[in-house]
């Protein structure tokens, strides 16, 4: 099978102006992956799927991945002039990075027995520009898994066939999946008969809640 | 008190009770149907089937639009059952999930155990000792008996063989469990792998017992096949139903015995080679029609591999230790990166992919489940056939809830 580095380079060579990114992996597994910019994703995908070399006809696993705004420190070695003496000292360089939603696709080929390919595509930001190509019309299987992206984390996914919530019921408002979900508190108040511990439960409720 | 019957007597009379006038809901809609010239054609039936439905195995609902008896539309409804089993993995540490794990799929607890471990064991760079991996493949290739014979079972079930395959696949799928139960503790639970190896060795005496299990498992196939496979009622419903083609199947990503009915020559344990597969001499059976009975007579040929195997782990297992010794127990945390592992289950493709951000959790714990996945083609394998042939197809894909809803 071809490196990364090649397939990157044969997808620059014939999906014109398509802008890539290798993502390292530092873990044992090694699995590299390719991020691909939303506007060429669909051509991205096609390519993938029809280039013989490749013929990447299944895609395995869909799923999404929540980054939180994060502030990435990083050390820096520079040389400063300290009291006339040229010393190596170390700085601290602080990064914002704007949080963003991602959807990571497994892609493997049946035809030819060889993958995973990983790729993977990011939105703007977590509130209202979180559109996404949908891949679907290229690989039917990623129907549900997009559907249940949309429903988890929030990720609209354009040209999905039938983008509806799948775990969730219809009318729930939030995606339980996200790093900055809050549970809700779903238990009542609900006084025991025995008067001392009805006694109890009053004096720890505030003075407006009490009956 | 007899004066005061008058009174309970007058408050019982009909004109001061007031009982409200309720027409209980329907369960269907019936929607009109127009021709092609435009006009009114007849009516099209709108029902719910499931989700207490005792074909639905479990509680998944199918909404089926029907014209007289055949299928016009299906829509397959989820989240019954849905727990939010990621986000509870993300919440737990890696070793706190794998009991978890279980319960994806719970007839096929052993091969939840191994995808999982696989994963982490990519993330983390683990290596897994020789008598690990053999045990690892005993335990999945029993755990592949178990599924396949009790889908069998489960499938004549919801053809109208009440009881009789059902109890005779249960019974053979008892003495594996028996076996699970004296290895881990527990019969379907059996929380047995951990990362870099098992968590027990094989009890003394344990190896004996499989091997007559296993042994005489071949004779139970052939009773079940003398019993089913000509059976003129099993061929009658089952042949020329629900075909799949084979495009269709690799573009939905389906995987596992549904997928090489169709005919694609596509087995995980062959073409990754994960764990010790590559020494073991098996053939992948194929299907070339796609139907129901296809995907049934695949689940009995694999089986048929499955003894094979065993056999030939039984005879070739050696001694030594079963855990990686460099895996941590306490303490775990893998260098930050991302790994997925997939393995051949039962059902199908089931992988896990795992983020590492170097804490003790997994930043994102992400289930492969097979069976939700298979269940793409459901309306596609449905439509134009009769209402009756829907629970034969949605058997046919073996579904278990657990791992669709997640």
Not at chain 1, 7 to 27: D, F, H, M, W, Y
Not at chain 1, 60 to 84: F, H, M
Not at chain 2, 199 to 206: H, Q, T
Not at chain 2, 359 to 367: A, Q, W
């Amino acid at each position: 099978m071809e490196t990364l580095e090649q397939i990157k380079a044969s997808l620059e060579t014939s999906v014109p102006g398509v802008k890539l990114e290798i993502i390292p992996n530092e873990s044992p597994s090694g699995q590299r992956s390719l991020l691909v910019d939303n506007a060429h994703g669909v051509a991205v995908a096609k390519f993938l799927r029809d280039d013989p070399q490749l013929r990447l006809d299944y895609c395995s696993n869909v799923t999404g991945v929540d980054w939180l705004d994060t502030v990435l420190k990083e050390k820096v070695k520079a040389k400063q002039l300290v009291e006339g003496v040229e010393k190596e000292v170390e700085q601290q360089i602080e990064t914002k990075r704007a949080g963003y939603l991602e959807a990571v696709y497994h892609l493997y080929s049946m035809a030819l027995k060889h993958g995973p390919v990983i790729i993977r595509l990011r939105t703007e930001n977590r509130s209202d520009k979180n559109h996404l190509p949908s891949l679907t019309p290229v690989w039917r299987g990623a129907e549900f898994q997009e559907r249940e992206i949309f429903d988890l984390y929030g990720v609209i996914f354009d040209g999905h066939p039938d983008l509806r919530r799948i775990l969730m019921w219809d009318g729930y408002v939030d995606h339980p999946m996200r790093k900055d979900y809050v549970e809700p508190d779903d238990y009542d108040y609900e006084p025991t008969p025995h008067d001392e511990v009805l006694e109890k439960v009053k004096q720890r409720q505030p003075a407006e809640a009490k009956p | 008190m007899i004066d005061s019957t008058d009174q309970i007597v007058a408050n019982h009379s009909p004109s001061l009770i007031q009982i409200p006038e309720v027409t209980p809901e329907p369960n269907y809609t019936v929607l009109p149907k127009t021709g092609s010239d435009g006009t009114m054609d007849g009516e099209l039936l709108e029902v719910a089937m499931g989700p207490h439905h005792p074909s639905t195995h479990g509680v998944f609902r199918m909404d089926v639009v029907l014209d007289g008896e055949k299928v016009v539309k299906l829509k397959p409804v989820f989240g019954y059952l849905h727990r939010n089993h990621e986000k509870i993995a993300e919440n737990t540490t890696y070793l706190g999930s794998m009991p978890y794990t279980d319960r994806l799929d719970y007839l096929c607890s052993m091969t939840n155990n191994w995808a999982y471990a696989l994963s982490v064991e990519k993330l983390a760079g683990l290596q897994t000792p020789e008598r690990a991996e053999y045990i690892r493949i005993i335990t999945a290739e029993l755990t592949r008996l178990v599924n396949h014979t009790c889908l069998v079972g489960f499938l004549l079930q919801d053809m109208g063989a009440l009881g009789t395959p059902l109890m005779y696949a249960f019974r053979e799928r008892e003495l594996i469990l028996d076996l699970f139960e004296s290895l881990s503790g527990s019969r379907m639970m059996c929380n047995y792998m951990r990362f870099g190896g098992c968590r027990v060795d094989l009890p003394a005496g344990w190896l004996e017992q499989a091997r007559q299990v296993v042994d005489n498992y071949s004779g139970f196939l052939d009773e079940f096949e003398k019993l089913l496979t000509e059976n003129e009622i099993l061929v009658a419903r089952t042949q020329g139903v629900g075909v799949l083609s084979a495009e269709l199947a690799i573009a939905a990503s389906i995987t596992g015995p549904m997928l090489r009915a169709c005919g694609v020559n596509y087995d995980i344990r062959k073409v990754d080679k994960y764990g010790i597969y590559e020494r073991f001499d098996f053939r992948v059976p194929l299907g070339d029609h796609g139907d129901v009975y296809d995907r049934y007579m695949i689940r009995l040929l694999e089986m048929r591999e499955s003894v094979k195997i065993l056999n030939q782990a039984f005879r070739d297992i050696p001694a030594g230790p079963i855990v990686d010794p460099k895996a941590k127990i306490r303490g775990f945390r893998p260098k930050a990166g991302e790994a997925y592992g997939r393995i051949e289950g039962p059902k199908g493709e089931l992988g896990f992919y795992l983020i590492s951000d170097g804490s003790p959790n997994p930043y994102r714990y992400r289930v492969r489940p097979p069976s939700l996945i298979n269940l793409t083609v459901l309306e596609d394998m449905c439509l134009g056939e009769d209402v009756a042939d829907v629970v034969i197809n949605l058997g046919s894909v073996d579904i278990v809830l657990g791992e669709v809803d997640r």
